[in-house]
């Protein structure tokens, strides 16, 4: 029997300041997004999920800061999504049916490595 662990699904995409969704499209994406959650919820896999706002600094290792947020490849973090999955496989599998992916984004999933207390 496999054990359970802990996964972060990192969703990316790639800014485009010249889309504008219309109302319609806004509440279509309401909904995936819900139903994606809200799946993962009644599987008792969801633990937790934070959509990423877009005011931020960075700080960088001389310590100073800057305004923003990091793009790095044409994109940014828009949110993260810690699920319960037996396998990487598993939690990849549900990373799989992310909205992110229908805005042309990307899922990073990674395992989750306890901090020593």
Request: aromatic share 6%.
């Amino acid at each position: 029997m496999e054990t359970e662990q802990l996964f972060m699904m990192l969703f990316r995409y790639t800014p485009n300041p010249d889309y504008r969704p219309t109302p319609e499209e806004m509440e279509q994406m309401k909904l995936d997004w819900g139903s994606f959650i809200g799946n993962l919820a009644m599987k008792e896999k969801l633990d937790s999920t934070h959509q990423l706002g877009f005011e931020g600094k960075q700080i960088l290792a001389d310590s100073s800061t800057s305004d923003g947020m990091l793009i790095s490849e044409n994109s940014i973090v828009s949110g993260n999504m810690i699920v319960k999955a037996n396998s990487l496989e598993e939690a990849v599998t549900m990373a799989k049916d992310s909205p992110i992916l229908m805005m042309g984004g990307s899922v990073e999933v990674r395992n989750i490595i306890p901090m020593g207390r």
